[in-house]
């Protein structure tokens, strides 16, 4: 698949804060690539760079294979929907929508056409006469959008579009963008600092942390194989336990996790040549049972806390020999026995489930 958006060793400094340091990324033509990472983190100026409102203090921008890195945004066949939508508040829906397309010069019979097609896209149709006020919050969000596809950009920058609405609208609004990214085609690169909203809807998550990628992958990669502590911290919940080498047999190694505890894991999976290093383990790869269960590593813990999350119960485990981790169950049903609080269980690992990151 071709790159449609390249940054080469891309650097970016304001005054002596470093807000994106030394990140090449590809993006690919028709991917849709989400930027996730904590509040400051570099995601934002980075998106900024690729619309060609910042400009690099060194490295090089490249969208379809042309260098741009000097070009102003006005130049750039790219797009972007803010956070607040920015809409014209005296221009009704069409004429918001059309701006672009007049800014441009574009034919009349030409501004017309790409409105009406913009609009149906985001299923608009009849509000074109409408001012913003005059809408809802998922309304406003879709004029915001449709003005950005109106010009059939290359590249469609989002940057968090979708923080100001509820709830229930924003889960809507993250399965529509995501149909409608795969109904154009077109390459999508979106900002957030919501983790589930990153999982749901990306081809791709580049992980952002004190303005570097620190991982790039699909959601079920980004998840279940962090390269790092803090991917695998910041990316869901995660048990993070120091683990200490002590021996190879065959195909096993055996290590010490944080607390004592005793774990085996396929020989290749540890790093050669270390003694020390971090296991991830996600809470709901851990199996409680009140009755005895096979697995590879199994142990007994004591449920020192119980948390009530509707469909899932969040616990809180201690060995005892001290190691401590949180586990998420099912909550009760008729076909299993309820855990509670003060409840001896037993624990089991698969060794799938147990993730070896580096330490940083």
Known sequence: MNAM?????????????????AVSLTIRSGEFLTLLGPSGCGKTTLLR????????????????GAEVTQLPP?????????????????????????????????????IDARVAEALELVSLQGLEERRPHQLSGGQRQRVALARALA????????????????????HAMQLELKRL????????VFVTHDQEEALTMSDRI???????????????????????????DFVGQANLLEAEFLETRGAWTRLRLQGGLEVSLPAGAWPVNTSKALVSIRPEKVHVSKAPIAAANVFEATVTDE??????DHLSLETAIGTRFAAIVANESALQEAIHAGDRVYCGLHTDDLVVVRIG
């Open 307 to 312: 948390v009530f999350k509707g469909a899932m």
């Open 181 to 188: 990214q795969r109904q154009l085609g077109m390459t999508f």
């Open 151 to 170: 010009p059939r950009p290359s590249v469609l920058l989002l940057d968090e579009p979708l923080s100001a609405l509820d709830a229930k609208l924003r």
């Open 206 to 232: 580049a992980i952002v942390n004190q303005g570097r990628v620190e991982q790039i992958g699909g959601a079920d990669e980004i998840y279940h194989r962090p390269a790092t502590r803090f991917v695998a």
């Open 74 to 110: 006005y130049k750039r066949n790219v797009n972007q929907v803010f956070q607040s939508y920015a809409l014209f508040p005296h221009l009704s829906v069409r004429d918001n929508v059309a701006f672009g397309l007049r800014m441009q010069k574009r034919p009349k019979a030409e």
């Open 5 to 21: 958006v390249e940054l080469k060793e891309v650097t970016k400094r304001f005054g002596s804060f470093t807000a994106v340091d």
């Open 49 to 64: 760079l690729i619309a060609g409102f910042e400009t690099p203090d060194e490295g090089v921008v490249l969208l379809d």
